[in-house]
């Protein structure tokens, strides 16, 4: 077995169906190395994304070298708060006295996450717990990819406290390693699935195998099923985050004017926009199901109604709709067309069955589906909500319910349309043999003669002359010296009776016999 990591299995024998000396510990020693050198680099890259133009604005807005004492922790809370960390934010005193702001709400919690952090360490830990599964050694390359990405998440969250900006220590380091640690376990699984372990995937395999039927299919295509609806309600609400920039661009531009932002200050505001691109993208996922997001507490932004105060002057949210309109509600529809498109898919995928397909695995596979589409919802309500500021902005982004609750329904019922209808194509409905055995033909036809012998053609018996005569009417050539060709089914085949000079004697003795029919017919 060869994997991504260019690391090659050591040969294997097989005793008993298991594999035994598949894997030496130099194996697993460079698999475990090799992840967590992923896990520093994914680590490393975060960091590297907001501590580099974070230096160069520093450099080219105040000139002379950068002040790491105050670049290193605020690279760390961005970097915590882009890993779901709650930070607490301090005003200092001259700033409030400089703005006239309430002293009240001089501390503040900012938790909404810019989650283009969160899911680049999600994608790499999965893609590092794939390769590891496919090299062999799954759970020892997940092992030591979260361990070492656990150590950086550590140091960073010991380091990196400031008394402006400060966290819980142990939250700074739970929930960025658990940003690694399950997407990692999620793609060793996937990894070992697709290749198999010798463990307790493949255990798992031969369980669902023994399931009777079209069952055995159910707990894979269900997976397979949910990763389309993710994915196309993600891509759905990606659209509506690029149809509402292009829709409401003058808003943005004008908000992007008004904030009299420099180039560097330009710079930062764009950046901040674009690492909270996915957050958004979760926001128009909950728009388009119906339930909204809410930007500041009460208020609501969905397709029958938004209700929404004064918002921060942050350009993007210039594409918030000031006003709803009855053509939005058509943006329902979308998660049902994402469910029937994965019901059409996984149907395709199904074992066909002859006669009547069983509605059970159907009716469970869509449920299971729309269930886990659910719960994804929830997550993603869960990871896109939070505090952007003090007072009434300490709530914003979609509700967890609310959000499962509709798409689940959304789309079950895309899911139902395809799973549960008859199946059409090449081969009609379901009660119709899928596999068309093909016709027995009898080789014996219904008219078999035997074959005629082939005679050298004699120019003396078909000289033409003039013709004979009958003797008595209605006299003819006589019936069992016809050509084959010319008798009916069931009349006897001369040529398997007589020998061939005695049927040219029988032609020759009917057209020698005189009488009144025979030439009044050939006259």
């Known amino acids: 077995m060869v994997a991504e990591y260019g690391v090659a299995a050591a040969p294997e024998e097989r005793v008993g169906g298991a594999r035994v000396g598949s894997h030496t510990p130099m194996h697993r ?11 520093i680099l994914a680590a490393a890259g975060g960091i590297a994304v907001v501590l580099a133009p974070l230096a160069l604005l520093w450099v080219a807005g105040l000139g002379g070298n950068p002040d790491w004492t105050a670049l290193w922790p605020t690279t760390a809370a961005i970097w915590h708060l882009g890993h779901l960390v709650p930070l607490t934010v301090t005003l200092p005193d001259t700033y409030l006295a400089a703005t006239g702001i309430d002293p009240s709400l001089a501390t503040f919690s900012l938790s909404l996450a810019p989650l283009a952090f969160a899911a680049f360490t999600g994608l790499f830990a999965a893609r590092s717990g794939v390769r590891a599964a496919e090299a062999g050694a799954g759970i020892t390359g997940w092992l030591s ?8 998440a550590s140091v960073v969250a010991l380091t990196g406290n400031a008394a402006l900006v400060a966290s819980e220590t142990w939250v700074a380091i739970l929930l960025p390693s658990l940003l690694f640690l399950v997407p990692s376990l999620l793609g060793a699984i996937v ?10 995937v493949d255990a798992l395999r031969a369980q669902l195998s023994r399931l009777p039927g079209t069952w055995a299919s159910v707990p894979t295509l269900a997976f397979r099923g949910l990763a389309l609806t993710t994915l196309g309600l993600v891509g759905v609400g990606g659209v509506v985050v690029v149809a509402g920039l292009i829709a409401r661009s003058t808003q943005v531009v004008g908000i992007f004017q008004a904030s009299n932002a420099d180039a560097i200050g330009a710079t930062v505001i764009a950046l901040c926009q674009l690492m909270y691109l996915p957050t958004l993208v979760l926001w128009a996922v909950a728009f388009v199901a119906g339930p909204g997001f809410a930007v500041g507490t009460d208020s609501a932004v969905t397709p029958a109604a938004t209700q929404v105060g004064a918002l921060p002057g942050i ?16 943006l329902v529809l979308l998660p049902l067309g994402i469910g029937a498109l994965a019901g059409w898919i996984l149907r395709s995928r199904m074992p066909r069955t002859t006669g009547p397909e069983p509605v059970g695995p159907r009716l469970v596979l869509a449920i299971a589906v729309a269930t886990l589409t659910g719960g994804v919802a929830a997550l993603m309500a869960v990871v896109s909500r939070g505090s952007i500021g003090p007072g009434r902005l300490a709530e914003t982004g979609p509700q967890p319910g609310p959000l499962a609750l509709s798409i689940g329904l959304e789309v079950l019922v895309g899911l139902a349309i395809l799973l549960l209808s008859p199946r059409f194509g090449a081969d009609g409905f379901d009660d119709v043999d899928p596999y068309p055995r093909e016709e027995t033909r009898d080789e014996t036809p219904a008219f078999s003669f035997s074959p005629r012998a082939q005679v050298p053609f004699d120019r003396d018996e078909h000289a033409t002359g003039p013709a004979p005569t009958v003797s008595a009417p ?8 016809w050509p084959s060709a010319y008798r009916g089914p069931e009349d006897p085949d001369p040529a398997g009776e007589l020998s061939d000079d005695e049927v040219r004697a029988r032609i020759r003795a009917a057209w020698a016999k005189p009488g009144d029919g025979g030439s009044a017919g050939r006259s």
């Open 145 to 152: 990819g979260s361990l070492v990405f656990a150590a950086i």
């Open 315 to 330: 350009p993007v949210l210039g594409a918030i709709p000031d006003t709803s309109s009855p053509w939005l509600l058509l």
């Open 474 to 481: 209605g006299t003819g050539i006589a019936h069992d010296v």
């Open 29 to 39: 020693l460079l698999v475990a190395l090799l992840a967590a050198l992923d896990a």
């Open 191 to 200: 990894g070992a699935w697709r290749v198999g372990d010798d463990g307790p």
